[in-house]
């Protein structure tokens, strides 16, 4: 017996009590891509949570009990701290999927602007919509969303579904807003017999226009972090060095007590902070890759 069918045997019984609150769980799971059911997830946090707690209790009351010698508060100080972990666990295994759906969402609307170009290019050729989808799941390169056009594509060829109702269930396991907009957009000109070349023409050209304006918000906003990094880190760093080296003089302090920290700051504090601020710049433009 595997480890999920173990959970959802033992915690079947607690999952059904514990399912309408929370309501969200299904679709967050299939907006994170995760094949599991919301009882089958809910059962395998419940018994990863008892589990943590089963071995952090012993762990815990024995490393406490050379704390505090009485027998008693130790004990039950062990059992308090183990169950704030466990459920801690509990509400992050819960979290888990949103998570992994807002990483999927960030790919997706990094990737939409150029990838909508690339489908209105590939539909001005007047190709029924499906025969758009599939020539853009087999040339396109932004992968976020050849996923999802991929997927779309598998519903038709192996479900039998026409494409407005797989776009519709395409939606609805989509993480993005601004795709899942996207799609909608597609499939009312679909039904309604529009034009969904000049759709996607126009649709991409105002995705392109929000890029730029993102463009311009994140080149004003590196100014002013560039201006942060050179005067709080670079020559915080130097007034640190020099101003440490004047008291030394003053106070006679011996210089074998202040060039370690200097040599702290300059060799592993700076690299560390210029990384992390590389890191965080990164991750706030619109084109993180």
Same mark, same amino acid.
């Given at each position: 017996?595997?480890?999920?069918?173990?959970?959802?045997?033992?915690?079947?019984? /607690?999952?059904?009590?514990?399912?309408?609150?929370?309501?969200?769980?299904?679709s967050?799971? +299939?907006?994170?891509?995760?094949? $599991?059911? %919301?009882?089958?997830?809910?059962?395998?946090?419940?018994?990863?949570?008892? /589990?943590?707690?089963?071995?952090?209790?012993?762990?815990?009351?024995?490393?406490?009990?050379?704390?505090?010698?009485?027998?008693?508060? %130790?004990?039950?100080?062990?059992?308090?701290?183990?169950?704030?972990?466990?459920?801690?666990?509990?509400?992050? /295994?819960?979290?888990?999927? +949103?998570?992994?759906? #807002?990483?999927?969402?960030? +790919?997706?609307?990094?990737?939409?602007?150029? #990838?909508?170009? $690339?489908? #209105?290019?590939?539909?001005?050729?007047?190709?029924?919509?499906?025969?758009?989808?599939?020539?853009?799941?087999?040339? @396109?390169?932004?992968?976020?969303?050849?996923?999802?056009?991929?997927?779309?594509?598998?519903?038709?060829?192996?479900?039998?579904?026409?494409?407005?109702?797989?776009?519709?269930? @395409?939606?609805?396991?989509?993480?993005?807003?601004?795709?899942?907009?996207?799609?909608? =957009?597609?499939?009312?000109? %679909?039904?309604?017999?529009?034009?969904?070349?000049?759709?996607?023409?126009?649709?991409?050209? %105002? /995705?392109?226009?929000?890029?730029?304006?993102?463009?311009?918000?994140?080149?004003?906003?590196?100014? *002013?972090?560039?201006?942060?990094?050179l005067?709080?880190?670079?020559i =915080?760093?130097?007034?640190?060095?020099?101003?440490?080296?004047?008291?030394?003089?003053?106070?006679?302090?011996?210089?074998?007590?202040?060039?370690?920290?200097?040599?702290?700051?300059?060799?592993?504090?700076?690299? #560390?902070?210029?990384?992390?601020?590389?890191?965080? *710049?990164?991750?706030?433009?619109?084109?993180?890759?």
């Amino acid at each position: 017996m595997g480890y999920l069918e173990l959970s959802f045997k033992l915690f079947s019984w /607690l999952t059904e009590r514990l399912m309408p609150y929370f309501p969200d769980l299904k679709s967050e799971l +299939k907006k994170a891509r995760m094949k $599991y059911s %919301s009882h089958e997830y809910l059962s395998l946090s419940c018994f990863t949570s008892f /589990l943590a707690f089963l071995i952090s209790l012993p762990i815990l009351s024995f490393l406490l009990s050379y704390k505090f010698p009485i027998f008693l508060f %130790s004990f039950l100080f062990s059992i308090t701290i183990a169950l704030f972990l466990s459920a801690l666990l509990f509400f992050i /295994l819960l979290k888990y999927p +949103k998570f992994v759906s #807002a990483s999927r969402s960030q +790919k997706i609307e990094k990737d939409l602007p150029f #990838a909508s170009l $690339y489908l #209105a290019t590939i539909s001005s050729s007047k190709l029924p919509l499906h025969k758009t989808f599939e020539m853009f799941e087999k040339f @396109g390169k932004y992968d976020a969303v050849v996923s999802e056009i991929k997927r779309i594509n598998e519903n038709v060829r192996n479900f039998g579904l026409d494409i407005n109702t797989a776009i519709e269930k @395409g939606i609805e396991e989509n993480p993005s807003k601004k795709m899942q907009e996207f799609l909608w =957009g597609l499939l009312s000109v %679909s039904r309604g017999g529009g034009d969904v070349s000049l759709f996607l023409k126009e649709r991409s050209r %105002s /995705l392109f226009e929000e890029y730029r304006r993102k463009l311009y918000e994140f080149s004003h906003s590196l100014t *002013v972090y560039v201006e942060i990094y050179l005067t709080g880190v670079v020559i =915080g760093s130097i007034f640190f060095v020099i101003l440490t080296s004047i008291i030394s003089g003053i106070s006679g302090t011996p210089l074998e007590s202040i060039v370690p920290m200097q040599f702290f700051l300059m060799i592993f504090l700076l690299p #560390a902070v210029s990384l992390l601020f590389l890191f965080l *710049v990164k991750k706030s433009s619109p084109g993180e890759d």
